[in-house]
């Protein structure tokens, strides 16, 4: 489906703009208060422990759902009260996609192409894109579940949208339909379409995002590159030492060490200054089969969302009580 034409001069509204958006389901505050703007273009990650309240977020951009406060803008338009105009404009993906189970691959995404008027050949090209060719004419009954999952992800293609919103793709992909996934995205994003992602693969945000949003209880505790996020956070590097060259107790009395412990056959070591220790460590045992561990985003990720869990345990005060909301788009130290 062709886009529309982005005309002369204006800058085309952001993919998404959310300003204080709110939902709650009884006394569960599902969304929090959440504000952040998504580029045109941009690669955005959703992350954040179950129940954080991602796939709220994303049904209200989608316009499945009613935020109960706040201000959505899709592309320019307001997803909510459903906007029939800005629909075809969406790709979904969805961790419960519903299928034509008795058509086959094909017939099922024929189906849906259908209903966004998209061309019969965007079906083989997408059934191609997905590596879901060979199961073309395969019943959907009969698919294995990443397969299906392909399927769903086939779906949210087929018509070409400008924002693509996809909730844990990769969930029941095998390894190397992983890495075809990421492959699939990659070339999206080169040919200028915008994705909401979420998932809890934190290696495939780091190599993925262009942002990650960090999501807690409903709120977002940090928002940036995966690179900045990582760079500014305290986590620290560890250093791997084969246990039988060094003991704990040896290890956790080196200056810089903050803390030792065994890890199967490896002592690790955590410091904040890994030269210097390593200078240590190859004095008093050498430092064949040392390794070093820098943090990842996988440690920030951890860090925020223990931090944040600890906190809303002791955190019941009435929400009128709450301090103003901090703003966002701030630095994790
Ligand atoms: N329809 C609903 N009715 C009542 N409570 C709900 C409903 N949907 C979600 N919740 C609650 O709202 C909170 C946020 O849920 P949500 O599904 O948005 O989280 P999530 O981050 O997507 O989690 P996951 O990673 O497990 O998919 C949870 O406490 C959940 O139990």
Request: net charge negative; proline share 6%.
């Amino acid at each position: 489906m062709p886009h529309p034409p982005e005309t002369g001069g204006e800058a085309p509204p952001p993919a998404v703009v959310l300003d204080d958006v709110r939902k709650s389901y009884g006394a569960v505050r599902a969304v929090d208060g959440i504000s952040f703007t998504i580029a045109r273009g941009e690669f955005f990650g959703l992350l954040g422990p179950n129940g954080a309240g991602k796939t709220t977020l994303i049904e209200i951009m989608e316009g499945l759902r009613q935020a109960d406060s706040g201000r959505v803008t899709v592309l320019g338009a307001r997803p909510w009260p459903r906007d029939t105009a800005l629909l075809p404009r969406l790709g979904v993906q969805t961790q419960s996609s519903a299928f034509f189970v008795r058509l086959t691959a094909a017939e099922h995404l024929r189906t849906v192409a259908a209903l966004y008027r998209a061309d019969r050949a965007a079906v083989d090209r997408t059934l191609g894109t997905v590596g879901l060719t060979e199961q073309a004419d395969v019943r959907v009954e009969d698919l294995s579940g990443g397969q299906r999952q392909r399927l769903a992800i086939a779906s949210a293609l087929v018509h070409d949208p400008e924002l693509i919103f996809l909730d844990e793709p990769t969930a029941a992909l095998d390894p190397q339909a992983r890495r075809g996934l990421w492959r699939v995205l990659s070339d999206l994003k080169r040919a200028g379409r915008t994705i909401v992602y979420t998932t809890h693969h934190l290696d495939e945000a780091e190599a993925l995002c262009d942002r990650v949003a960090i999501v807690a209880g409903g709120r977002v505790t940090a928002l940036d590159t995966p690179s900045r996020l990582v760079a500014q956070s305290t986590s620290a590097t560890r250093l791997l030492v084969p246990a039988e060259r060094l003991t704990v107790a040896a290890a956790a009395a080196l200056p810089g060490v903050r803390h030792a412990e065994l890890d199967g056959d490896v002592v690790v070591l955590e410091t904040l200054d890994a030269g210097p220790l390593l200078a240590e460590i190859a004095e008093v045992a050498g430092l064949q089969g040392v390794r070093t561990r820098t943090a990842s985003l996988e440690d920030v990720y951890l860090r925020l969302t223990d931090q944040l869990g600890d906190d809303r345990a002791t955190d019941d005060r009435p929400t009128d009580d709450r301090p103003a909301d901090e703003p966002i788009e701030r630095s994790t130290t």
